[in-house]
């Protein structure tokens, strides 16, 4: 748990190092924002159709996207990388996130290169993961800047986050006494989407997390619970995240479990053929 008061920005530090169970992984939207610095060979990112693939030498930092996106790494991958709040990226970006919605920038690009060359050369010398961590921690830590309107993006965020995206839009703006165009634009200004888009990823990855692909699936049941108005609304909602269909998507997860039995791969990447 990164130490305060990186803790309300942060939900983890990582270490990766290893070889990928697949070429390409496909990684769906989720109410999150990534930074990735890179220790090895370059990694690719392959996006909507008119963002197309990217080589990443040095890493990468990704706002809260609403597409998906698929991850092809090299035969051994190693990087450090910080997985943020939705919110949580803002004060250390110097651009709108809504200009890097969608679009993953190099690391380079919002640090610079010196400064970067510097990190990445610190990380390769460290002692260990635990140092490396604790270094990118520090980078962080010196790089935390006060951000106009923050508290109120993360306070109406963090409603959404405890309702799964159940609450009205315009609760939420009545509860901060502010507009709801107002509210809109900071949230576009430091997450890089609306507050309804936000939501809608909360519901979504809420949904997606609660499927055990192990056992049989009531999708009906799955969608009411999820507060869809039906299995229909469900399904489109489940394909514009993914590009599949609810059955497809378990299909996958089942591939997986079978061909890697017992890898420590989480429940949100895909393999993306």
């Not at 748990?1 to 697949?22: K, Q, T």
């Not at 507009?179 to 989407?193: A, P």
Request: proline residues 9%; contains cysteine; hydrophobic residues 40%.
């Amino acid at each position: 748990m990164p130490r305060p008061p990186l803790d309300g920005l942060i939900d983890d530090l990582y270490y990766l190092e290893g070889a990928s169970p697949y070429a390409w992984l496909m990684l769906p939207p989720s109410p999150s924002a990534l930074l990735i610095v890179n220790l090895g060979a370059p990694f690719r990112i392959r996006g909507s159709t008119h963002v197309g693939t990217a080589e990443y030498a040095d890493g990468c930092v990704v706002t809260v996207p609403t597409r998906v996106m698929e991850f092809g790494y090299p035969h051994w991958t190693r990087s450090v990388g910080v997985h943020f709040k939705p919110w949580g990226l803002a004060p250390f970006v110097p651009m709108p996130a809504t200009e890097l919605c969608d679009r993953p920038v190099t690391i380079e690009q919002v640090w610079g290169r010196p400064a970067i060359a510097e990190l990445r050369d610190r990380l390769a010398t460290a002692a260990g993961p635990h140092e490396m961590l604790t270094l990118l921690e520090e980078e962080l830590m010196r790089r935390l800047r006060e951000t106009a309107g923050l508290g109120l993006v993360r306070h109406a965020s963090s409603v959404i986050a405890a309702t799964s995206g159940a609450v009205a839009v315009g609760n939420l703006t009545s509860a901060a006494g502010v507009s709801s165009t107002h509210l809109t634009q900071r949230f576009k200004q430091l997450i890089g989407v609306t507050p309804k888009r936000l939501a809608r990823s909360y519901r979504f990855t809420t949904t997606v997390l609660a499927i055990d692909p192990a056992g049989p699936i009531d999708w009906s049941d799955l969608a009411a619970r999820a507060g869809y108005f039906d299995q229909a609304h469900f399904g489109h909602e489940f394909r514009e995240f993914t590009g599949l269909t609810p059955t497809q998507y378990v299909e996958v997860r089942r591939r997986f479990l079978r061909e890697h039995p017992g890898h420590t791969l989480d429940n949100w990447p895909l393999p993306a053929d």
